[in-house]
């Protein structure tokens, strides 16, 4: 499939540029924190509670919390209609993205507690761990649970023999290679890197290369949203 025209992509974007990306902080009252992120055509939720009890018991850690991230697509998420409860696909994000804001959040200062964030995919089109660990990490600060830096997330790939920041769901489904990747920005130390399809040696570098300036493109987006909150809740008191 003709993915790429004239250097334009099949939404207009060149090939380092992201989708566009919104994010509002706080829209949840229940919630101790929480973010909606729309990127392109995603729209995603993320909601935190905690840190409170570990139940099951049997689950806590003594010596710290535990974070845990439960990854959902809701069933009118996609085109057909996608079967509700977890799957293969959801426990695997789930667990990947647990393990990388486990990175970031000081877990130390709360032992036995768990810290759960719920990442709801309302509408997805490509990308959705990356937009569901862009807003848990938000949700995380926005709920003044202790981190030593955000996560940052997005991925890079291949498309038509070119590599591309950000995938769409076109170019996801009918491209060569999706690599999705999630840093700490202020270390550069990536957290997540997965990779679905094939890249040669040097492709691999460049796509690495793309993913981490896309990251670090959000991380920008995420602090100005932080930031934006925070001024919002002092012009109001
Ligand atoms: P990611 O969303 O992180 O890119 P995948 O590469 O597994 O994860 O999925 C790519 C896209 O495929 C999703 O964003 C979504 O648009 C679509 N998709 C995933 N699971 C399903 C499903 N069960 N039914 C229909 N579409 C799906």
């Known amino acids: 499939m003709e993915l790429i025209k004239d250097g334009k992509r099949l939404d207009g974007r060149g090939f380092n540029e992201l989708r566009d990306i919104k994010i509002e902080v706080g829209v949840l009252n229940r919630a101790i924190g929480s973010a909606y992120v729309e990127w392109g055509r995603n729209k995603v939720m993320a909601a935190v509670y905690g840190p409170r009890e570990m139940h099951p018991k049997f689950l806590r850690d ?3 919390a535990v ?11 996609v085109e057909d209609r996608k ?35 719920y990442v709801e995919i309302l509408q997805a089109d490509a990308g959705t761990r990356c937009v ?15 981190m030593k830096d955000m996560v940052a997330s997005c991925a890079s790939g291949k498309v038509n023999g070119e590599i591309v920041l950000d995938l ?41 290369e793309v993913a981490i300036d896309g990251s670090m493109q959000v991380y920008e987006i995420q602090k100005n949203a932080l930031l934006k909150s925070v001024n919002e809740v002092k012009i109001g008191e």
Do not use: W
């Open 62 to 64: 003594p010596t710290k």
């Open 67 to 77: 974070l845990r991230c439960i990854y959902n697509m809701a069933p009118f998420s």
């Open 83 to 117: 079967r509700p409860g977890p799957d293969r696909r959801s426990v695997e994000i789930s667990k990947i993205s647990s393990e990388a804001l486990s990175h970031v959040v000081m877990l130390e200062r709360y032992p036995n507690s768990a810290i759960d964030v």
């Open 132 to 146: 569901g660990l862009t807003a848990a990490s938000v949700a995380l600060a926005d709920a003044g649970i202790p």
């Open 168 to 208: 769409m769901k076109e170019e996801d489904n009918y491209g060569d290679c999706d690599l999705p990747l999630a840093v700490i920005p202020r270390r550069k130390e990536v957290v997540l890197l997965q990779m679905d399809g094939k890249l040669t040696q040097d492709e691999f570098k460049k796509a690495y």
